[in-house]
């Protein structure tokens, strides 16, 4: 039997689509001109479109959906929330029974010194969360002079407008004339594409002592918090030298700001631990989450409050007079407290750490003997392949991007969803995906290396 739920052709709902829907971070004329992908179902780690063909989806959706598709489990918690209470807000001194148990079961899976949360609907709204709250704590403990965020180029931290001008992204910045006030930004701990010239270990201290110096040239006195992802995502899975984060510890404890540590892709077991401050061994004082919070079944935020943070706020701040309708909603804490149940039960966290991580990186790490791959690189289930013209001079490709879209489309003509940044490919698998799995991915993602080096050297284009 046919259980697709599309009830019309593909043709139809791309030209439904075309008309009326206005796509995220799409060039509207490009889209319309060949037609959107239409996935109709999914299950595990696999994906089916409207005509039909299977792929493996290792995005994960969009670094989110970790617990794999088709979770009878959290459709049910969901569907029996939305019965017995579909929506109350948690303003006026209200709480209700799923925003309490995913409060307290977030602070559990927590690093200790964390143990509250506040929810938003999104990771954008967790970082424009972190912007208010993080000034907000300054002003209670008598510096309101610490106003100042430090974040990186390339960063990825939304889309709203102060997560996006935390974010180091320049054709965000260049369309709306971001960043707005009070935010910096240095460089990125980028190894293999800004810092080849040197040892990683000596590059990772260098990219992390930008930090000091953008403190002393802004005054101490000004400056509110550094904020990074552990691993950069969109950016293209920037996995840093392992001298980094450490540095970037002690300069923030030595120079009194605040860390933050955007969790959104990293939290909830996406390097093998549950946090990727623990895989990188840094204590944050506020982690914006969101992705892997409710595997992507429905949408929802936050932010992890440390002690250091919540006390004096809580102590002398008043009201913050901050907050979303739609904050702890209760259909996204149910789907939230079923993903985390799921998570402990089959044990994810620690088999990706024991078994599927160390097993696909051995397979992704061979793929760095490709002709036309620079470095490949992984940690948990979050990967990279740096695609070089070169594999010798490490020469890039001339028209930047090209190269990563043509292997990515080649990989989709095979089953395999992967995502290309500029012309690195990445990779982001749901915690689910077994050997078999891994095995599919890595061998897809040859062949479509393969394929693309056949159609350069016909071309002429590989010198
Ligand atoms: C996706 C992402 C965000 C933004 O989350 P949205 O839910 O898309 O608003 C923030 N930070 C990081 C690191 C992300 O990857």
Redesign the pocket.
């Known amino acids: 039997m046919n259980i697709t739920p599309n009830l019309r052709s593909t043709a139809d709902y791309q030209a439904m689509d075309a008309a009326h829907h206005w796509h995220p971070f799409t060039d509207t004329g490009e889209l319309n001109a060949k037609g959107a992908r239409v996935i109709t179902t999914a299950s595990g780690c696999w994906l089916t479109d409207s005509d039909g063909n299977r792929l493996l989806d290792a995005m994960a959706g969009?670094?989110c959906v970790n617990v794999g598709y088709g979770r009878d489990e959290i459709v049910e918690a969901v569907a029996r929330q939305m019965r017995a209470l579909p929506y109350y807000n948690t303003f006026f001194h209200t709480t209700h029974p799923a925003a309490a148990e995913f409060a307290a079961a977030l602070a559990e899976v927590a690093p200790s010194h964390i143990n509250r949360v506040f929810f938003t609907n999104?990771?954008?709204?967790?970082?424009d969360t972190v912007f208010r709250l993080a000034r907000v704590y300054w002003d209670c403990i008598g510096k309101p002079s610490k106003k100042v965020f430090i974040a990186r180029q390339n960063a990825?931290?939304?889309?709203?407008v102060a997560?996006a001008s935390l974010g180091g992204m320049d054709a965000m910045h260049k369309q709306s004339g971001l960043p707005i006030e009070g935010i910096h930004h240095i460089g990125q701990p980028y190894w293999f594409g800004e810092g080849r010239e040197m040892d990683p270990a000596e590059f990772g201290l260098k990219r992390a002592r930008e930090l000091e110096a953008e403190i002393d040239r802004l005054g101490e006195d000004k400056v509110c918090a550094f904020i990074a992802?552990p691993i950069q995502?969109?950016g293209g899975v920037i996995i840093p030298p392992a001298t980094y984060w450490p540095e970037i510890q002690r300069i923030c404890t030595a120079r009194d700001i605040l860390l933050v540590a955007?969790e959104?892709?990293c939290g909830f077991g996406r390097t093998g631990n549950w946090w990727g401050s623990e895989s990188f061994a840094i204590t944050p004082d506020l982690m914006?989450i969101?992705?892997g919070m409710t595997s992507g079944y429905v949408?929802m935020?936050g932010v992890l409050i440390s002690d250091r943070v919540a006390g004096p706020v809580i102590d002398k701040g008043g009201e913050f007079t901050h907050g979303y309708t739609y904050s702890g909603h209760p259909a996204a804490c149910a789907a939230g407290l079923a993903t985390l149940r799921i998570m402990r039960e089959e044990r994810l966290v620690e088999r990706v750490r024991g078994d599927t991580a160390p097993y696909l990186a051995a397979k992704w790490e061979a793929l760095g003997d490709h002709p036309l791959v620079g470095e490949a690189r992984i940690r948990g289930l979050i990967g990279a392949l740096e695609l070089v013209r070169d594999k010798t001079t490490m020469e890039r490709f001339p028209d930047e991007g090209a190269a990563g879209a043509r292997c990515r489309d080649l990989a989709l003509a095979q089953g395999l969803v992967i995502r290309a940044t500029r012309d690195t490919l990445i990779i982001s698998p749901p915690l689910v995906i077994s050997r078999e799995e891994c095995d599919l991915l890595v061998e897809r993602t040859g062949k479509a290396l393969d394929q693309l080096a056949d159609e350069l050297t016909r071309e002429g284009a590989l010198g």
């Open positions: 969009l670094w999104s990771g954008s709204e967790a970082n990825y931290h939304g889309s709203t997560a992802e995502g969109a955007d959104v892709i914006p969101a992705k949408p935020g």
